[in-house]
């Protein structure tokens, strides 16, 4: 099976082209093998680039763990560098069919490749989250739970995919001593607030306009950048009063911009997309 490894701002995944060549039989299983770093080619997960009756073309993801997820920001900006590098569709602007509808694209291209895309990921869902208690006087996003623990606020966005957003001290952002993201994210990942399971995201506001933030994945752990993530937690910020409509995130692996669009309600992510290497994975 030939693959392609890329990568948005470190958060990386094989891609299968699946437009020219048949899909995997066991997609959730091949995702396990080949993120493994040691035994595998090593990854976040696995995304299958297929033909699409509604748009340039159909991405499916799947964490490491093997589950499937219905989006991935970092993921989609790279689907559509393949698709327009590779000859799929060389158009500037991509239509990509995803577990959450038809997203628009446009791709900044230079020398011929697709360096910077910027993605419409959609309207935000809110109510989608089941939570047990509300804040008195916050909407039904807003909660406090306690998990390992430790009692959190968090603000739940979906983003098709499920998200929850917490306001964290330093400490949530110090590696040396003790990875509280690591210690912690599981534990809300595993919440019995969320049947679906969640991905969790530690945020630090720097202003209204610019937030660092660290992210704990559903079914692959603690990655270097999550574009969904990082779209709830812009709208997560309005919701809270605490940042504004556009916003820098800085991610461990670098920084995306963000916008959630008054006009249309949709959030834009705009980032690069990289490819890494090509090779083929051995199939009984
Ligand atoms: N890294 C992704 C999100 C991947 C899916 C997520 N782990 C889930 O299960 O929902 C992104 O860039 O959005």
Redesign the pocket.
Known sequence: MRFTKMH??G?D?VYVDCVRTRPPANPAQLSQAVSDRHFGIGA??LILICPSERADARMR?F?ADG??????????RCVAKFVHDHGIATKSRLTIETGRGVLGLDLEVRDGKAVRVRVNMGEPILESAKIPTTLPGDPPVNAKLVAGGTTFEVTCVS?????AVVYAGDEFFRTDTRDLVAELGPKLEYHEAFPR???AHFVRVHSPSEVTMR?W????GI?L???????SVCVAGVLTGRTGRKLLAHLPGGDLELEWAEADNCVYMTGPATEVFTGEWPTA
Do not use: F, K, W
């Not at 589950?67 to 989609?76: A, D, H, L, R, V």
């Not at 983003?159 to 998200?163: C, E, F, I, L």
């Not at 950048?225 to 779209?231: F, L, N, Q, V, Y």
């Open positions: 948005g701002l958060n995944y976040d997960g993801m964490n589950s499937e997820s219905e989006m991935c920001g970092n993921g989609i983003m098709g995919n499920p998200h399971r969640i991905n992210t994945e559903r079914g692959s990655t950048a999550c574009g969904t993530g990082a779209c």
